[in-house]
């Protein structure tokens, strides 16, 4: 999130749309309906009327894969209208910018594809620079090649006819929508959007996103109380396991993992290390070498020195174009290539798509290591139904886990607040954090490599490894530590003592820190401030309800992100009556603000987006592999034989992997065609094993069902409550039909498009509730993210004659 | 107003003092027994996080004798305010063992059970295998020649129910093998 | 002054964070349920579920509506079923003097099987549910337990967006007719359930039928 959870109640508009909020952030509610007791309209933009609708003012039903439709239509209406913030769009985006002549787009491709290589070359999107290498601007936005006119003329085919025969949502609610969040563009208003994985979890996913973020670019929405991006996170600590990179292409604090082609740290910086010559540009990320730097020291200590780059020669590094992630991994384990591994605290084999490839995949293991509170379809693969367990070969190795009360540590919050938690209890049986797991099981090897030494033994023998798991040593560890006496603005600091903040570290190997992003979180003057819990606030952060005193939250307690664009050239906030930061000619006042230089107009601050390079907002974002701008692809498999919007049917860089196991659905498939969404529910938790293994929660919903229209019903002869069978190009499953009027068949181009919707988290192993919707997805992801399609797919829906699953 | 402490929503205007417990006994007769025997009795009170969405609702454990005995939520927690949702309401029974791993149990290759060994049995037998692959699968130089010090061959899928700090040492442990196959849930 | 719950349904996302947590205060097993085509699990008020938040859906004019209902006892003024049982077995079931609660105790065991018939069929909500395992009558508590102690019911406490409320009778009527009031606007058939005679009012927008047939 940009903001954060208590933020929302400062809202003049809130659009959930690719989230179900009040059903998977249930108590996200009580800040939604603050803001609606103030007048703030919520609109629900979904394909399925949830608790989230029932409580909104208004719900829009669309065709999944739909939402760039719907938004560019609204970006249209806004420019059509005027409805942006124009100052705001000159001063703080990248609106301005001029874009070079090679630039363009055709019938759904930009400049510069490569149809063999399914890829844009993207040099052809850059920007025209001056002698120094600073954008040209035009301020004026009259320029024919600025990012303005190109963007208004990038949607001006996203007319309400075609958005509307597209998407199924009607003139008259896409209008209601339009005219109802466009009415936060005026300065002293601000809108928020609400959005989870009903976004990125779509082959256009990331542009969905990125089309989100433009609009509140547009409308002023970004640095703004009540205002921002908000990704309502997953997960208990989903937004610190991101912040710590469990994700094979960044290393912790978001930085590229180190490729072949980069050997050395300083190969590494080159290309790596962004360079602005504008001296108004913040351009944080120039600082990233010290905090690569950082980080290497605490990986490897004394053994990181100057020689081996702090140890960065030692890593792994990936190839070029090569992606390593859950598509690929579970291809590659299909195809043999993978002979062992570990799965903590996750079950793929219920929660990745396409689980019978998935399945079949991990019956290629050697060995598997599993940690986890109950048995799963994944621990337990090798005696699932229909297989026979004397022809698997997978050695596996089942350890328990802690339970969250059972440890000590921190989590992220999605607002970024570092929260801690105190172990309430000892580990049942002879259960064991995690966190003892994996330093008991390096440490194992690492005896081995002392013993018997082996390929490359290097960096294991040389890694800075606890002997013992010590949660409160690693939250020191990752705020960060002097390793030499060191004088930060006037205070000295000994060797060994914690950093005060990211300011202090260095890249000469003086500073250790596991995580830039938590430095300032554990120091010598305030200790471990993820246990703070004053309610202390200043009036000005009182009415906006911040907490500044209450945990922390990267970075350096930011609460609101870009802050700086809240308020105007002189630093007066936009928006006075919730005002983030105001600036009182000494200083800023409110949230820590991004930076403390002072308001632009001294001539002496810099551009609020410090993030970016060039430190502006990017409606036009030149860095995406499918495209600089948001367009419309309908979802790999889809209803229609052609896209609306162009001749380019599917995004053209979409990820898929390709075996006998990969079938997918053609365009308009009569075999399949009914669409498939797929989503949580509120009392189970993604693939379901902690809750229904939880008896109180698998008493309010017990078995896999599906949700239908009564007009699709009624067309397949299946009355409420039948058992039926939902079968895709991939796979089958069983589930009870809830026939409700909050599905709605939809008319797109002049058709009727059926939808159904699945939960996914009921597996196997607890007998009768059925089994993996995951059967019915594809292994086919975003092109950014690799994040699969789980949300729009083909499928066809039936009776079912005899109950095997769903028996009791 | 303290805003530090507001522990325990006071009903607001209640009039009736709460009892000492002491003076509930058996002899109490009436509504007054019904409320005695109260399972909060002599518990301390321990912070800990609701392990579902990343709201991170706050909760109170009640413990006795180092065990749980009950939840509810935190209302010191701006977020929450002491609310919690159907999941985080269940902290106590999720938590109990009777659905729950206790021990460590292996299945040997083409056997058709459990076995229950100890961790130290685990952990030599855990390490032997991830050697063995290591070793046979380890890429020091790619087709071209360049370092590249990694092993394809193992990946590790986890995970979001890890705390920041589990998280920070997973990071390193893989980077240390020379694992890249990494992912987990932020990216399903 | 007795106490009273307001249940304001126009602000429930039926979370079902009540439902679940009066279950684990109250240590309540857990009911081996089926999908029967609705969210509303288990189907119906039973002794291991005090609480429930019933479900109900409608298409209107074309517009969606979902009726969320946390249904549980209404702590009556004046019980008809503590009528029924005082005639049988003096303490079967007790009213709080202090806070209202309204409670089947143990003795609610010694109530023959036609007498337990008939203090189910006396109650206007048809609350009482009868545990055939045990013989003893069962329904909320008020979790008189905890208020005796200055703390809330644990399906307000548990409560995110205002919907469950707890307080002194004379503060809750106050706060329904406020909150009805604001209501109006919106849903003209907005009321309050014989907010006389019960102390657990609760508001709705529509009319009682619409949540589900047993409401009113």
Known sequence: MTNHWIDIKNADAILIMGSNAAEHHPISFKWVLKAKDKGAAVIHVDPKF?????????????????????????????????????????????????????????????????????????????????????????????????????????????????????????????LTLYKTFGATGKPDKSGTIMYALGWTQHTVGVQNIRLAA???????????????????????????????????????????????????????????????????????????????????????????????????????????????????????????????????????????????????????????VVGELHHTETSDNWHRPGVNPNKIKTEVFLLPSAHRVEKSGSVTNSGRWIIWHDMAQKPI??????????????????????????????????????????????????????????????????????????????????????????????????????????????????????????????PVNRRILYNRASVDLKGKPLAPQKAVIKWTGKGWEGDVPDGGWPPLATGKGRYPFIMRKHGFGQIFGPGRPDGPLPEHYEPV???????????????PCFKKTSNEMDALAKPGDKRFPIVLTTYCVTEMWCGGGETRNTPNLLEAEPQLYVEMSHELAKEKGIQNGDPVLIESARGSAEAIAMVTVRMTPLQIEGKTVHLVGMPFCYGWTTRGVGDSTNRLTASIGDPNTGIPEYKALMVNVTKAQRLRELQA | MDVTRRRFLKIAGLGIASLPLTRLGLNLGGAEAYAAGFKLEGTKEVISICPFCSVGCHIIVHVRNGRMVSTEGDPDYPVSEGALCSKGAAMLSMHKEDHRLTKPLYRAP??????????????????????????????????????????????????????????????????????????????? | MPMTFLIDTSRCTACRGCQVACKEWNDLQANKTRQRGTHQNPPDLNPFNYKLVRFAEYKENGKVVWYFFPDQCRHCVSPPCKEAADSYVEGAIIKDPKTGAVIFTERTRLLKPEQVEEVISYCPYNIPRLDTGTGILAKCTMCNDRVKRNMLPMCVKTCPTGTM????????????????????????NAQLQDPDDVNTIFLLTEDPKKYFQKVG
Not at chain 1, 637 to 651: C, H
Not at chain 3, 169 to 179: C, D, E, I, P, W
């Open chain 1, 50 to 174: 949830s608790r989230t609708s029932a409580r909104s003012t208004l719900h829009i039903p669309l065709r999944s894969g739909t939402d760039i439709p719907v938004l560019g239509g609204m970006v249209r209406y806004i420019l059509e209208n005027g409805l942006f913030e124009k100052d705001y769009v000159v001063e703080y985006t990248n609106a301005a910018f001029i874009v070079n002549d090679k630039y363009g787009f055709n019938d759904g491709l930009f400049a510069g594809y490569d149809a063999d290589k399914r890829a844009y070359d993207k040099k052809l999107w850059a920007f025209e620079t001056d002698e120094k290498g600073i954008p040209k601007k035009d301020k004026t936005l009259k320029h024919p090649r600025c990012v303005f006119n190109l963007l208004k003329k990038q949607y001006d085919r996203y007319d309400l006819d075609t958005v509307s025969k597209t998407s199924g949502v009607s003139k008259e609610n896409l």
């Open chain 2, 110 to 188: 083409y056997s058709d059970h459990w076995e229950e060994k100890s961790w130290e049995w685990m952990l030599d037998r855990i390490g032997r295998r991830i050697k063995d692959t290591r070793d046979r699968g380890f890429i020091r130089r790619n087709d071209k020649g360049q370092e590249v010090n990694r092993v394809d061959s193992i990946f590790q899928l986890g995970t979001s129910q890890m705390d920041n700090e589990e998280c920070a040492l997973s990071h390193q442990f893989l980077r240390g093998l020379g694992v890249v196959h990494i992912d987990h849930q932020a990216r399903i």
């Open chain 3, 165 to 188: 409320n707890f307080g002194e009778r004379s503060k809750m009527v106050a706060l329904a007719k406020k909150r009805l009031a604001e209501l109006k606007k919106d849903y003209p």
């Open chain 1, 429 to 554: 049986g002879q259960c064991r954090s995690m966190g003892e797991m994996i330093v008991d099981i390096l440490n194992q090897v690492r005896s081995l490599y002392e013993r018997e030494n082996g390929v490359y033994p290097d960096p294991l023998k040389k890694l800075d490894w606890p002997a013992y798991y010590d949660s409160d040593d690693m939250a020191q560890r990752i705020n960060g530590r002097f390793l030499k006496d060191t004088t930060v603005k006037g205070k000295t600091y000994k060797a060994g003592d914690q950093v005060p903040s990211f300011g202090a570290l260095a890249d000469d190997g003086s500073t250790v820190c596991f995580n830039w992003l938590y430095s300032g979180s554990y120091t010598k003057e305030g200790g471990n401030k993820a246990k703070r819990r004053d309610l202390n606030q200043t009036a000005m952060q009182k009415n906006i309800g911040l907490f500044p005193n209450y945990s922390w939250c990267w």
């Open chain 1, 214 to 368: 433009i609009l509140q670019l547009l409308l002023g929405n970004i640095g703004v109380a009540g205002g921002g991006i908000n990704a309502l996170r997953g997960e208990p600590n989903v937004q610190g396991s991101t912040d710590h990179c469990l994700l094979w292409h960044i290393l912790p604090g978001y930085m590229a993992v180190p490729r072949a082609t980069w050997p050395t740290l300083a190969d590494y910086n080159k290309a790596n290390t962004p360079v602005s010559h504008d001296p108004m540009s913040a351009n944080w990320w120039q600082n990233k070498p010290k905090y690569l730097a950082s980080l290497l020291k605490g990986w490897f200590g004394e053994n990181g020195t100057k020689e081996n780059d702090f140890g960065y020669r030692m890593l792994p590094k990936v190839e070029p174009g090569v992606d390593y992630s859950y598509l690929y991994i579970f291809d590659r384990m299909y195809n043999g290539e993978i002979n062992g591994g570990f799965v903590f605290g996750t079950n793929p084999l219920q929660s990745a798509p396409n689980s019978n490839k998935n399945r079949a995949a991990v019956d290629q293991l050697d060995w598997l």
């Open chain 1, 637 to 651: 498999e889809s209803p229609l034989t052609k896209n609306p919007f162009s001749g380019q049917f599917n995004n």
